[in-house]
């Protein structure tokens, strides 16, 4: 059920340039249901910023009723997130949309992310190991200074970054990695820029994907129209990234 | 006990609270968060004859206390309306206002006629308004006399009571609400979107895919009070008010300034509760002001 | 080395960025905190025949993200500016815009011909927009033909460049545009606040005591920049944008949407030192964007 | 010289129920010429709320560089205020307008203050003592838990307190008690609601008085004509209470 608490921000840091991490505690976090799913997030009290800020799920902790989110601050929004502090609280509505669908793969799996994409895959990573499925992190960054969680990830399973000004990993970005590697899993997960996601569908047509989207919104849960792509399905189909997804299915949404 | 019914053409009220065309769906989203039947109406998203797709994306903005939007009338049809999402509303214990759009004055006959038939549609609002239709929409909305006709042709066909909403974005409201009012309204809706823009800081390009957008939130509240305020004025007839709606006061003050009902839009992205909060501090806040009912409220900043 | 130089008829402005009328007096206060030198110009407070003044108080109110004013044209008269204000400001390197208003077509005239002679005065900033005023001021910014008329019989007596202020309280700003384009208006200047009101939480009565009050400061950004926008897309008339700017983003911007200069208003009561700060970093800024001149960037969002 | 500054909070406390005294630290403090002087506050780094809040000035302390602000927490402006911490800092522009003339009593004054219209009384009784004038202090308030500052006045001369509802003090407003005080002072200053200075006006028309007023504002220095009032002087003479004021000599402002 989506929920709107008043969370108390437990922990907050900057673990890489511009990038936080921030973890709360309140109940909403039991009613999480998928990695991938995000929440949408009131950086003030005050009514500007007027709209709150869709940001993912990016590990999940239901022993502690503790979630951690990981986003770079920005814009103006964002930026007044990162002032918040542990004893502070901050209104959260939650948790979002539908997430990656775990129990589709089989075997290996590919996690391919780019920049502030990459933080739902970490939970993912993690649920997909506690499934026994052995996998693959290539992840894709601007500079080394922006780089974070390799070292989690890489406990998690191989890992390979990239960078597009090389100061880190391969130079360029995600798809070189993905030109190296071989094609020897069965599901791939993929989140990030859009035209990153469009490459992904590009490198990989014969396997089974789940790519997660994003789009500018307004309500967050599917009421008010601003995040709608249309689909190859018909003329007249759309999904809505909020409430529909974020996470589709390879060669649904036309972006 | 305080006494927040409001009786206006078509609709009993239980209280002066709906949420605002197109902020709310058709109610479907809004209800698994609560309980619809709270709400003294509904607005429902615009219905047009033929399924829309609406406008490329990005469709919403955001500026300072309130944002841009361009959805387009996206909607599933005057079908699907009548098919899946009135019948759905029934369970809940709350009229609707079905709100009407369209290219012509063919369009709106044609969807004010069907929908108005709906069992649950207690009153339509007719949309002449929408800043962001290529064609139709806002053109209805800035010229008295297309307004008065399309007014006309809208009440000859529909068997409920008929509210039009209007545009802020013309010289003088007054004029355009007079000529509805003889056209035959019912009654009013105000306001819908100040037509705006924002610009990408880098790249200069319009945020919004159709360049422009309409504004809504907190940041038009001062223009929608003043033009509710000059509508009281000149008619007496009955004004749902809106623009920058997002707490009880808020509330409070568009009674004072002669709305008899309220709808709140954008604030419900910012806060989804906010429709029932409200509802439920509005009994202690009458009380605080002296009022034991909304009617007695009504207009009071004319009364001074 | 960029270049923030700006040309516009009878305006050789060293930077695009000026204080809006109103918000600056004539300058005297602000003259205590930085060299009014700094500025591209200035843009002195409405000037009338007689001495005026002005509504009775409250006068202001803040709204979200915005503010209210009704000052009521409240100045020292046509006399005093000539040979007190205007002659102070003789000490500054810098051109002055002279805000003219009035009630009739021939107060205009007089204090149009009188103040262009001054010599520190290089451009008049007629002001057809005010909607503080009961008679005159916003009824001749609201019908073309009368706009039309108005700049015609200005620009006869004026013995520098004619600028119209436009008011954004109108169906179509194009029209008026083009109107005043026609009368040989030299420029425009727009766009000046939008009719709006705020209620007493308490009792309901208008805070404002004039009832309505003139809406601006950054909740208004949205509309100007539109506006700015249409009438870019429309005529060749240079434009001095103005609405809602309180940063060096909030400039980019109206300079994108096809302003040649930028005023700031509000703004300056929120951070005085703000006319010079946005000076200060507008090199650098444009620099970032890749551009070299003012001229270079203006008008960019239409030639994506 | 008006200054805009970013002062340093160093102390902020609620001294009575919604009022807060509030003590900065910048270099703003050694402009200031006259008790009765206030500042322009932004209570906020947002444009929401947007305007700046006159707030008078308390008391001073050249050596530290600290001057302090006591104010009500009523609106939306004040109430954020009223949140900032020791540490945090206030953007402030003043000292603007005018204060009271010190150097006109003589040998005896009465300093008669209603609500937050007390608080630049408090200098101004310091720097009388300083100066070897005798102050006697008359205090209204709305009620017992509104009262502040009663002791350090009284520290500084006789002090009667008044308040609406009877719960210290005199019941009534502070008219009550004036009518039952002697009129051997030469000079009186007051500050408070404005129909308080009339009353106090009425009550001593042949002694010499200094009144501060109160005006919605915009700019604060002069230039956007928000805060005029006319005068006794002539149909078309008016002052404006933030440049010209906030203090005007008796028999001056037609409120
Ligand atoms: C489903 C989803 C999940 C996301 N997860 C993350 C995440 O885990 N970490 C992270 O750093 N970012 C994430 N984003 C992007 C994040 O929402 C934006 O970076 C953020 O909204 C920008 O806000 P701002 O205040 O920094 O920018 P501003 O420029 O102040 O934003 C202005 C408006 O534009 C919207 N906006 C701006 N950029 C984007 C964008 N890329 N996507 C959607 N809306 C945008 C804002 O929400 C706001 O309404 C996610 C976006 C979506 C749609
Ligand atoms: C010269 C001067 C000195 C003052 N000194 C003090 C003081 O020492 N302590 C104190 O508590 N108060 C003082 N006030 C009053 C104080 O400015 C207001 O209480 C305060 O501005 C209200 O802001 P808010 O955010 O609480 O209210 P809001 O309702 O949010 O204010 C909305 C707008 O109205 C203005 N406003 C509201 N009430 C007043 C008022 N009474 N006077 C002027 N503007 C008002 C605000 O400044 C703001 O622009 C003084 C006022 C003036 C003019
Ligand atoms: C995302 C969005 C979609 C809207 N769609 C419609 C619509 O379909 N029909 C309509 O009459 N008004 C529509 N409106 C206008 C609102 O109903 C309302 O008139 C306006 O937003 C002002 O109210 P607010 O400030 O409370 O949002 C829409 C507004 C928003 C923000
Ligand atoms: C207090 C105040 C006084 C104003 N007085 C005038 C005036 O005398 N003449 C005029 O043309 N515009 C006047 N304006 C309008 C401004 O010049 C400007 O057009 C408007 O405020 C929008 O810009 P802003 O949002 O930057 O303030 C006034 C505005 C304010 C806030
Ligand atoms: S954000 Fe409102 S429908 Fe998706
Ligand atoms: S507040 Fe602007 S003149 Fe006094």
Redesign the interface.
């Known amino acids: ?2 929920k ?1 608490e008043r969370m108390v921000v437990t922990n907050q840091q900057e673990i890489a340039h511009h990038i936080f991490e921030l973890t709360v505690q309140g109940e909403l976090t039991g009613e999480m249901k998928a990695p991938g799913q995000f929440v949408h997030v ?1 950086v ?1 009290d ?7 800020r869709p940001i993912s799920v990016a590990s999940i902790d239901f022993e502690s009723n503790q979630f951690t989110m990981i986003y770079r601050a920005e814009g103006r ?1 964002t930026t007044l997130l990162s002032e918040k502090k542990a004893g502070d609280t901050v209104d959260i ?1 939650g948790p979002l949309g539908n997430g990656f669908p775990v129990e589709q793969a089989k075997q290996k799996a590919y996690l391919i992310g780019g920049g502030i994409g990459v933080p739902p895959l970490y939970e993912l990573a993690k649920e997909l190991n506690a499934k026994g499925i052995e996998t693959v992190h290539i992840l894709g960054f601007e500079s080394k200074g922006a780089v974070f969680y390799e070292d989690k990830f890489r406990a998690l399973g191989d890992t390979h970054i990239a960078t597009v000004d090389g100061s880190h990993g391969t130079q360029g970005f995600v798809t070189h990695i993905l030109n190296e590697l071989p094609k020897d899993f069965d599901t791939y997960y993929s989140c990030g820029p859009t035209p990153m996601l469009e490459a992904v569908q590009w490198a990989y047509p014969e396997k089974q994907g789940f790519l997660s989207y994003e ?16 689909t190859t399905k018909s003329e ?1 189909d ?1 999904i809505k990234v909020c ?1 529909d997804g974020p996470v589709f299915p390879a060669g649904v949404v036309i972006s | 006990m305080t006494n927040l019914n409001v009786q206006l053409p078509g609709l009993n009220l239980k209280n002066p609270i709906m949420p605002a065309s197109g902020c709310f769906g058709f109610g479907k989203e809004y209800s698994q968060l609560y309980d619809l039947s709270a709400l003294g109406a509904i607005m429902i998203k615009a219905t047009t004859v033929e399924t829309r797709l609406g406008n490329p994306t990005p469709r919403v903005a955001e500026t300072a206390s309130g944002m841009l939007n361009a959805i387009g009338l996206q909607n599933p049809g005057l079908q699907k309306v009548l098919g899946e999402e009135l019948p759905r509303l029934e369970q809940y214990d709350v009229p609707i206002i079905a709100n009407v759009a369209g290219t012509t004055t063919e369009d709106y006959v044609e969807v004010a006629k069907a929908i108005s038939e709906s069992p649950n549609v207690h009153a339509l609002e007719i949309n002449i308004s929408c800043p962001n239709v290529k064609q139709g929409g806002i053109t209805f909305g800035t010229d008295p006399d297309i307004a008065r006709e399309l007014t006309r042709a809208v009440k000859d066909v529909s068997s409920v009571p008929v509210y039009i909403k209007l545009s802020p974005n013309v010289t003088d409201i007054v004029s355009i609400a007079k000529a509805v009012e003889e056209g035959g309204a019912d009654g009013i809706t105000m306001i819908n979107t100040l037509l705006g823009m924002r610009l990408d800081a880098k790249t200069g390009r319009p945020v919004i895919a159709n360049i422009t957008g309409g504004l809504s939130g907190p940041a038009v509240k001062p223009v929608a009070l003043r033009m509710v305020y000059e509508v009281r004025k000149q008619t007496d007839l009955p004004i749902i008010g809106m623009g920058g709606v997002a707490d009880v006061k808020d509330v409070i003050d568009f009674l004072s300034a002669g709305a008899n009902a309220v709808a709140v839009g954008t604030a419900n992205f910012v806060n989804p509760f906010v429709c029932p909060e409200i509802i439920g501090q509005l009994p202690e806040r009458l009380h605080e002001l002296g009022y034991e009912s909304i009617e007695e409220l009504v207009g009071r900043s004319h009364r001074l």
């Open positions: 059920m989506i709107q009131r003030a005050s009514f500007e910023p007027l709209l709150r929004g509505l789009q500018r919104m307004g309500c967050g849960i599917g009421a008010c129209f601003a995040c709608v792509c249309r007249t759309y409430s």
